[in-house]
Nanobody
Framework: QVQLVESGGGWVQAGDSLRLSCAAS?????????EGWFRRAPGKERESVGG????????DYVDSVKVRFTISRDNAKNTVYLQMNSLKPEDTAVYFC????????????????????WGQGTQVTVSS
């Protein structure tokens, strides 16, 4: 069973940067795992932020975070990162990482329905 634990959330001011981490454990050595970041703002539905392939060479981001957010991964450390720059108050949300088992090391997804495992989330609050 894959377990995901997010860290790095906190309170920042608009314009600041923050880096979230997602540490994975329990992965199978014979599987690939695409990973993604999602968020849920107060009173809103969960939405995708972006995804990264197992290879780390393919990405997909939602328009609202393109240029400002970057996803990366270090498979040797079983960790995926979300670098968030130029944060805005509307980025305030609980951020979740998720993993999807895949046979394709270049597969990337932003659809939450494609993900098999989810972390508990970490709160990010951006004040104006």
């Amino acid at each position: 069973q894959v377990q995901l634990v997010e860290s790095g959330g906190g309170w920042v001011q608009a314009g600041d940067s923050l880096r979230l981490s997602c540490a994975a454990s329990g992965r199978r050595s014979d599987s690939y795992y695409a990973e993604g970041w999602f968020r849920r703002a107060p009173g809103k539905e969960r939405e995708s932020v972006g995804g990264i392939s197992w290879s780390g060479t393919r990405f997909d981001y939602v328009d609202s975070v393109k240029v400002r957010f970057t996803i990366s991964r270090d498979n040797a450390k079983n960790t995926v990162y979300l670098q968030m720059n130029s944060l805005k108050p509307e980025d305030t949300a609980v951020y979740f990482c998720a993993a999807a088992t895949s046979r394709d090391p270049w597969a990337v997804a932003v659809d939450g329905r494609k993900y098999d495992y989810w972390g508990q989330g970490t709160q990010v609050t951006v004040s104006s």
